[in-house]
């Protein structure tokens, strides 16, 4: 059943990848499966793609002057949380509905890190990521058993099994109280100010996000698309699925480990909101609202849900909530190919035309 | 002897919450292919539900106990038609979405309304006091719910097991295309099999009522231990949801007794158990297996 609804989810979801298309068909799985979704992209020209990627790098260079820098500093961190989870979503096939338990740990390790060892915080992000990875391995074991909806369960599960953990170990996590005065120690300079702070983290960011961009055009990211299309002839071609399923996990959970790293530096607090399942479905619904499989949609749906609900807490208004299960009643009922994917199904549909 | 006794009575109310839960997530999920995460927040409801019934109208436990079921049963029929109905030729996992977002919804409606206190709710008259059962004693409130649960359960059984619509819906989870084939209109029991589920919910929302804290975020935790139960048991099987809903409030309230230095456990219990599970045997006990991957 679930093997069945993943490839049509390959159909339905995967609407192309303007922009960073560079499908070249190394992998013997994409030969064998004509109709997956990537074929099906339209590749954009050179000029596209590169205009596109310098348009997206001056927007990161301008944000914090256009916006307030802390409500930039987290947009950052969500881009990198969201684009973790479309690597397994989009990319894998697989739903993780228990991202924040990679977020939060690698939140909750930095932030002790940074208070008790006084590293300077790129450094203390990086063991928070580790963290992160480490505690992916076993989840991710577990959790590739199992395929589609149950996946998405188990994920969910495992991350409240964290959480609660989290919330018992006091002496550690100061429970309700939350990590507080988490240091932005770095060589001396002071980047108290977010503005600064912004562009401290920028590169790190940039990093991650191009680390995700490598893995998805690496040999192994088409294969990971393969078993996405079709696991079991993946499997009759003598890929280990569970074991490539399982790499994707972890190299995910890292990412989100590096935002969610990111997060409590640029809070300089941790809660227990960090770990909660409310934060695992709000990193699903920011990579469907910018677009399943198109990896730079989910930096797009990380701007917007961001923004929003800085302008809706600004704006005095209390039930978030709301709002937030508003957009993933109406992304999921009308908007299922999200921003990025419906522009570049519109793009594909204008140049289909132009050259007929 | 008569405190394990003691434990194993309250494993078993602590199980029958679960048990409803997983019953109603079941037969959904036979039917519709939809794994309904507002299953917590139709609990959440019925108990909520209950309360303002009592505090704003008078409407005393029994009646609530019919009327709650019913109005969230239409409710669910409602939604089913309106937006669920809508995805379920899609993935699986956009109707997880979408009940998601309507999770968020429900509960954040019920805070604004009523905040995020809990209030209590006394238990009914007849039902308070104790049983004795020469060994122990045990409150008379939790002796009625567990029988009304295993009541209720085998009446599911029977239905299930024993009638034409029981049969229909066994047939439409295990082999949906075949029996479109043989002219079966599967279609016409979606909504109805909907509404029931979602009424299970409430039911057991409004048996909560009187034990529990009634509060907008209760059903919310709830039913992330009731995913691991159906994954325990194996959500495709009936059968298996109810009896790991049992088995782990069984788990859950020894853990508690015995190891009651340690609150972690007995919350966490559970997930651990999950986790074995899918060691041994992924599809869950009394699941199929599914095609290997």
């Known amino acids: 059943m679930s093997e069945r609804t993943e490839r049509s989810e390959g159909r339905e979801a995967m609407p192309g990848r303007l922009g960073v298309t560079s499908t070249v068909d190394t992998s013997p799985v994409k030969k064998a499966a004509p109709r997956s979704g990537l074929l099906a992209v339209a590749r954009a020209p050179g000029w596209v793609r590169y205009a596109l990627l310098a348009a997206g790098l001056l927007a990161a260079l301008w944000l914090p002057n256009g916006l307030y820098p802390a409500v930039a500093v987290d ?91 989290a919330n018992e170990w006091r002496s550690v996590t100061q429970g309700e109280n939350g990590l507080q005065g988490v240091p932005r120690a770095f060589f001396g300079a002071d980047l108290t100010d977010d503005y600064y702070f912004y562009y401290a983290i920028l590169p790190i960011v940039l990093l991650g996000l191009l680390a995700a961009w490598r893995i998805v055009h690496s040999p192994f990211g088409r294969v ?25 996990f972890v190299l995910s959970g890292f990412l989100a480990g590096l935002g969610g790293g990111l997060f409590a530096v640029g809070h300089r607090f941790v809660s227990l909101d960090v770990l909660h399942w ?22 797009l749906g990380a701007a917007l849900v961001v923004r929003l609900e800085d302008w809706l807490s600004f ?42 | ?26 037969v959904i999920f036979g039917m519709l292919r939809v794994v309904n995460f507002a299953h917590g927040a139709f609990y959440m409801l019925g108990a909520f539900g209950a309360y303002v019934l009592l505090a704003e109208a008078g409407v005393p436990f029994w009646a609530a106990l019919v009327i709650m079921p019913l109005a969230l049963g239409l409710l669910g029929m409602a939604l089913e038609r309106a937006v669920i109905h809508r995805l379920t030729r899609l993935d699986p996992l956009y109707n997880f979405l979408l009940t998601f977002g309507l999770t968020l919804i429900l509960q954040d409606l019920v805070k604004s ?50 009638t034409r619509i029981g049969m229909v819906v066994r047939a439409a989870t295990e082999r949906p295309e075949l029996t479109r084939a043989f002219g ?21 929302g409004v048996l909560a009522a009187p034990m529990r804290a009634v509060n907008p975020l209760m059903g919310a935790d709830l039913i992330i231990v009731v995913f691991a139960v159906v994954v325990i048991g194996g959500l495709g099987s009936i059968f298996g949801s109810v009896a790991a809903g049992f088995g782990i409030g069984l788990i859950q309230a020894w853990g508690e007794a015995y190891l009651s230095d340690y609150p972690l456990v007995s919350q966490t219990v559970v997930f651990v158990v999950m986790a074995a599970v899918l060691l041994w045997r992924p599809a869950g006990l009394f699941g199929r297996e599914e095609a290997p991957a």
Not at chain 1, 280 to 298: E, R, Y
């Open chain 1, 278 to 299: 409310t934060t695992s479905g709000k990193a699903v619904i920011v990579v469907v609202l910018g677009g399943i499989g198109t990896l730079w949609g989910g930096v």
């Open chain 2, 1 to 26: 002897m008569s405190g394990f006794l003691q434990n194993t009575f309250n494993g078993l109310v602590g199980g029958a919450f679960y048990a409803l839960l997983a019953l109603g997530l079941a």
């Open chain 1, 75 to 165: 947009i950052l961190c969500w881009a990198l949380f969201a684009v973790s989870v479309d690597l397994l979503l989009g990319f894998t096939g697989l739903m993780s509905f228990g991202h924040a338990a990679f977020w939060g740990t690698s939140a909750y390790v930095t932030g002790l890190v940074a208070i008790h060892a006084g590293l300077p915080f790129p450094a203390a992000v990086l063991v928070g990521a580790l963290a992160a990875a480490l505690l992916a391995l076993p989840i991710g074991y577990l959790a590739v058993k199992r395929t589609g909806i149950y996946f998405a369960m188990v994920t969910l599960a495992f991350a409240q099994l964290v959480y609660y953990v």
């Open chain 1, 224 to 248: 990971l698309v393969g078993i996405r299309d079709n696991p079991a002839r993946a499997r009759a071609l003598g890929y280990p699925v569970h074991r490539y399923k399982l790499t994707a």
């Open chain 2, 113 to 162: 309304r009523y905040g995020v206190q809990s209030s209590p709710y006394a238990t009914p008259a007849e039902l308070s006091g104790t049983v004795d059962f020469g060994l122990f004693d045990f409150p008379t409130y939790r002796v009625f719910i567990l029988g009304f649960t295993v009541l209720l359960c085998a009446a599911v059984w029977w239905v299930l097991g024993r």
């Open chain 1, 315 to 356: 704006s005095g208004f209390e039930a978030i909530g709301l709002v937030t299960g508003g957009i993933f009643v109406l992304v999921v009922l009308l908007f299922r190919r999200g921003v990025w994917g419906t522009v570049a199904h519109l793009a594909r549909r204008r140049g289909a035309a132009r050259r007929e």
């Open chain 2, 184 to 204: 079966i209109d599967v279609g016409r029991w979606v909504t109805p099999v909907f509404g029931f589920g979602i009424a299970l919910a409430g039911l057991a």
